[in-house]
């Protein structure tokens, strides 16, 4: 039809079709690999802690066949081992950087004192050890561990600064749940990353990968690339970590079958939820539980965001790939010919008690912009992805937050595009969005709220100790180019 067609043909014109994805890519018939399944590191007991050593290290990863990608990782080439951790233990890592430039590592979503956090100000040099200590403050769940320079947080996780972190807890290991690491209990470390034709990753290239986030087009799980999975248990546990820059999944069962929910962000939702899709913006986790008892083999998806989904782009960037418009293969499941039985799902899995509004000493408000006058170009970083009008600056404490107390954060989305909203610190519950109380799968506890845009959402959290009038926590935008580019800020708990 003409009318769609020169619509088309304008669209491409407005947006630079250099970086107009062939998303067809996924769909391209590849040799399959069987899934990758990162190292378990328990760490090993010394002086009376739960010690591990981390070292971040370069190397080469083959993702494409014969041509090898320069990439990052710790202690391996690309990605890092499984770090489990047991709450309550007493806990020390050292992280050694055998890179040529600086490097931090952060604990997301762990409640640990600002200075072991792993932000920017814990910068760790070229050929210095960086050695934090805690004590494991934290219900059982998936959490994760990545780069967090300054400015430089997306181009060291894009190379492969990041990991997983499952912890236990004497919940956790009282449920008959999955729980065999890398047989029925599964780490999905979905990525996706664009490549240069001599093997290595295309980074930021144009302002636009900065505006909407880099977005690749090859799916990396566990730094696999058309990864396969042989189920050998009717029932899989899978913890599914959204480690990518910027990309939005909507992850689903490709014959549509149901799957049971069973974590969120920080832990163990109440009992398990019946979903057919999950979306999952960058930093996002869940646990999901996936039956393959009738034998068949069954694809794990990403589908499109609908159109209607209040996380879709709107306005004059709605033309730029900021979400998903095509569906695409994330893992391919092909279960073995006998499975052994699984147990039944556990009606309860926790019980999480709702923080009330009236606990909140008061509300904070915040205000996601991206201001149209970073269309044009040059501008340096900074100054173009804003919270409250402002962009992060090393030397600013943005919010103080006076210890042990409780408090609502409030918000508001004045862009175009969602953002992942992230907080260092703790665990939150969120409250509403837009005045609306969430979804069964957004009652447990998060640290990171996707906020659509024009959207509000109201979230309310303790910040009950670590006390430390000189090192700021971090709350920022999880797309990570975003966060490199201004939209963070820093806040003591004082
Ligand atoms: Cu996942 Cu401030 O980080
Ligand atoms: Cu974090
Ligand atoms: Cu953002």
């Known amino acids: 039809m003409k009318l769609s067609r020169r619509r088309f043909v304008r669209g491409m014109g407005v947006t630079a079709s250099s970086t107009l994805l062939p998303l067809s890519l996924f769909a391209q018939n590849q040799a399959q690999n069987e899934l990758q399944i990162p190292a378990l590191n328990a760490g090993e007991m010394q002086a009376g802690r739960q010690s591990y050593e981390l070292q971040l290290q370069s190397g080469t990863s083959q993702f494409l066949s014969g041509l090898p990608t320069p990439t990052l990782g710790i202690n391996g080439s690309f990605l890092g081992p499984t770090l489990r951790l047991k709450n309550g233990s007493d806990v020390a890592i050292s992280v050694l950087n055998q890179l040529d430039e600086p490097s931090t590592l952060h604990w997301h979503g762990l409640h640990v004192p600002a200075k072991a956090d792993g932000g920017p100000s814990q910068v760790i040099a070229p050929d210095e050890t960086w050695r934090p200590s805690f004590t494991v403050r934290q219900k059982a769940g998936t959490f994760w561990y990545h780069s967090h320079l300054l400015n430089k947080t997306g181009e060291q996780v894009y190379k492969g600064l990041a990991g997983m972190i499952i912890i236990d807890d004497e919940e956790s290991e009282s449920l008959e ?53 042989t189920p050998t248990t ?110 039944a799902l556990p009606e309860k ?69 969602m953002h992942p909203f992230h907080i260092h610190h ?56 975003h966060e490199d580019n201004g939209m963070m800020g820093q806040f003591t708990v004082a």
């Open 177 to 229: 749940l999955p729980s065999t690491y890398g047989v029925d209990d599964i780490p999905l470390i979905v990525q996706d990353r664009r490549f240069n034709e001599d093997g290595s990753f295309r980074y930021v290239g144009m302002h636009r990968d900065v505006m909407t986030g880099v977005f690749g087009d090859r799916i990396l799980v566990n730094g696999t690339t058309s990864a396969v999975f």
């Open 234 to 343: 009717n029932k899989v546990r899978f913890r599914i970590l959204n480690a990518a820059n910027a990309r939005t999944f909507n992850f689903a069962l490709a014959d549509g079958r149901e799957f049971s929910l069973i974590a969120s962000d920080g832990g163990f939702l109440e009992k398990p939820v019946a979903l057919r899709n999950i979306v999952l913006a960058p930093a996002e986790r869940v646990e999901i539980v996936v039956d393959f008892s009738d034998g068949g083999p069954v694809d794990l998806l990403s589908l499109p965001l609908e159109a209607s989904s209040p996380y879709s782009t709107i306005g004059m960037m709605r033309n730029m790939l900021s979400v998903n418009t095509e569906s695409f293969t994330i893992l391919n499941i092909q279960p073995q010919s006998n499975l052994q039985r699984s147990t």
């Open 426 to 481: 703790g665990q939150f519950q969120i409250l509403d969005r837009d005045g609306v109380p969430p979804s069964p799968d957004e009652m447990g506890f998060k640290d990171t709220v996707k906020v659509g845009p024009g959207q509000t959402v109201r979230f309310i959290m303790r910040f009950e100790n670590f006390s430390d009038p000189d090192t700021a926590y971090m709350y920022h935008c999880h797309i990570l180019e």
């Open 349 to 417: 899995l926790t019980s999480i008690s709702r923080m009330q509004e009236g606990e909140a000493a008061r509300t904070r408000r915040f205000v996601l912009s991206m201001p149209m006058g970073m269309m044009r170009r040059g501008r340096g970083r900074g100054g173009e992805f804003l919270i409250n009008g402002n962009p992060m600056a090393m030397d600013t404490i943005n919010e103080v937050v006076p210890v042990g107390t409780t408090e609502i954060w409030e918000i508001y989305n004045d862009s175009m595009m």
